[in-house]
């Protein structure tokens, strides 16, 4: 993420991609409807299985509305989605 200060002074923030590990180590999550099995895969708690899960079920649903439609996939459980909510999100960071 960054601070701009244009010529005319105004400040804005811009987020620009950056990898996984860094976003989710300043804290930034990831969006559960964009991210891919790869990135998903770098989630604490996520693995591999999961993560391809999560994919299918968002192809199937055509995307989450909530993090709760997380608990639809085998594996995950209300306790999971807890842990995981600081590490994802529903919407862009933009």
Same mark, same amino acid.
């Given at each position: 993420?960054?601070?701009?200060?244009?010529?005319?002074?105004?400040?804005? @923030?811009?987020?620009?991609?950056?990898?996984?590990?860094?976003?989710?180590?300043?804290?930034?999550?990831?969006?559960?409807? @964009?991210?891919?099995?790869?990135?998903?895969? @770098?989630?604490?708690?996520i693995n591999h299985k999961l993560a391809d899960?999560?994919?299918?079920?968002?192809?199937?649903?055509?995307?989450?509305?909530?993090?709760?439609?997380?608990?639809?996939?085998?594996?995950?459980?209300?306790?999971?989605?807890?842990?995981?909510?600081?590490?994802?999100?529903?919407?862009?960071?933009?």
């Open positions: 993420m960054q601070i701009i200060i244009d010529p005319r002074g105004f400040a804005c @923030q811009r987020v620009e991609w950056m990898a996984v590990p860094l976003r989710l180590a300043l804290g930034v999550p990831l969006d559960v409807n @964009q991210a891919s099995v790869a990135e998903l895969s @770098q989630v604490p708690g899960g999560i994919v299918a079920l968002r192809f199937r649903k055509g995307g989450f509305s909530k993090l709760e439609n997380l608990c639809e996939v085998k594996g995950i459980g209300p306790a999971t989605v807890r842990r995981l909510k600081p590490y994802l999100t529903l919407g862009t960071n933009d």
